[in-house]
Nanobody, 117 residues
């Protein structure tokens, strides 16, 4: 059974930083491209960043230069380091394995990130 468990969210002031973690089980983690998504209130979930099995990252334009995605295959964990946070980053953050424009597995509980101005 696949489990994706996100953690590390919280409340932070604009300009602050957070580091999110996602622990995966039930998948061949080292072979998988992993992605972070976010869903803000009354908005659709969007892919924020992904990282291939070989460690190549991609980001949406609005987070480039502020967010860094990384992975630890031995721990089956993917991270999202978020710096220079802005109120527009406020959302519930999730991880998953991307499947085209969709995601492969059932969503975890996510982790709430709230950035105050």
């Amino acid at each position: 059974q696949v489990q994706l468990v996100e953690s590390g969210g919280g409340v932070v002031q604009a300009g602050g930083s957070l580091r999110l973690s996602c622990a995966a089980s039930g998948i061949i983690f080292s072979d998988a491209t992993m992605a972070w998504y976010r869903q803000a209130p009354e908005k659709q979930r969007q892919l924020v960043a992904d990282i291939t099995s070989g460690g190549s990252p991609k980001y949406i334009d609005s987070v480039k230069g502020r967010f860094t995605i990384s992975r630890d295959n031995a721990k089956k964990t993917v991270y999202l380091q978020m710096n220079s946070l802005i109120p527009g980053d406020t959302a519930v953050y999730y991880c998953n394995v991307p499947l085209g424009s969709l995601a492969t597995y059932r969503w975890g509980q996510g982790t709430q990130v709230t950035v105050s101005s």
